[in-house]
Antibody, heavy 115, light 110 residues
Framework: QLVQSGAELKKPGASVKISCQTS????????VHWVRQVPGQGLEWMGI????????TYSQKFQGRVTMTRDTIASTVYLELSGLTSDDTAVYFC???????????WGQGTTVSVS | QTVVTQEPSFSVSPGGTVTLTCGLI?????????PSWYHQAPGQAPRTLIY???YRSSGVPDRVSGSILGNRAVLTITGAQADDEGDYYC??????????FGGGTKVTVL
């Protein structure tokens, strides 16, 4: 199970940090993706984190603005996005990488509004 | 410009067959791209349908299937029902720990 933190309202230029608490499996055994969905648009892959070593890969679109981290004690991964603009208003999902490079578990989503 | 291409929309009659495709602007989709498929109902989180080209996720009925046909990945749903409506996304693994979503297909059952 992946449970995300609650909705956020931010001012332009600010940063936001969203959490994704995992449970029911061995935290360090599964990579976690972050995916976002701007209102009325499709799903967009932002990047992935390896909870074991903390190594990350980010979509080129978000390079320089995104940071994914993890807390192995809390079994939680985090997404931080800086330099927010109204274009970052979206629902952000964490999702577990499953077998054969698929996604097998999704968080419920966190709404971030920038205004 | 989305590298991974999907039909913008698809309409089907109840009981009919849904056939959605997932391609690349440049090149052919093969099993090496580990295509996966997701269904998103309005206001909901996505639900995983197919991964690794043709493996059904837990709880997905066998009327849902995935394949490669020609140069595209294909999602087939037979016996379409009202709750099959929604948006369908394919995802391709591009290598080097990079995944890319297609633009999605809006499916209407009418």
């Amino acid at each position: 199970q992946l449970v995300q933190s609650g909705a956020e309202l931010k001012k332009p230029g600010a940063s936001v940090k969203i959490s994704c608490q995992t449970s029911g499996y061995t935290f360090i055994s599964y990579y976690v993706h972050w995916v976002r969905q701007v209102p009325g648009q499709g799903l967009e892959w932002m990047g992935i984190i390896n909870p074991s070593g903390g190594d990350t890969t980010y979509s080129q679109k978000f390079q320089g603005r995104v940071t994914m981290t993890r807390d192995t004690i809390a079994s939680t991964v985090y997404l931080e996005l800086s330099g927010l603009t109204s274009d970052d208003t979206a629902v952000y999902f964490c999702a577990r990488r499953g077998g054969r490079n698929g996604i097998d578990v999704w968080g419920q989503g966190t709404t971030v509004s920038v205004s | 410009q989305t590298v991974v291409t999907q039909e913008p929309s698809f309409s089907v009659s109840p009981g009919g067959t849904v056939t959605l495709t997932c391609g690349l602007i440049s090149g052919s989709v093969s099993s090496n791209y580990w295509p996966s498929w997701y269904h998103q109902a309005p206001g909901q989180a996505p639900r995983t349908l197919i991964y690794g080209t043709n493996y059904r996720s837990s709880g997905v009925p066998d009327r849902v299937s995935g394949s490669i046909l020609g140069n595209r990945a294909v999602l087939t749903i037979t016996g379409a029902q009202a709750d099959d409506e929604g948006d369908y996304y394919c995802v391709l693994y591009m290598g080097s720990a990079i995944w890319v979503f297609g633009g999605g297909t809006k499916v209407t059952v009418l």
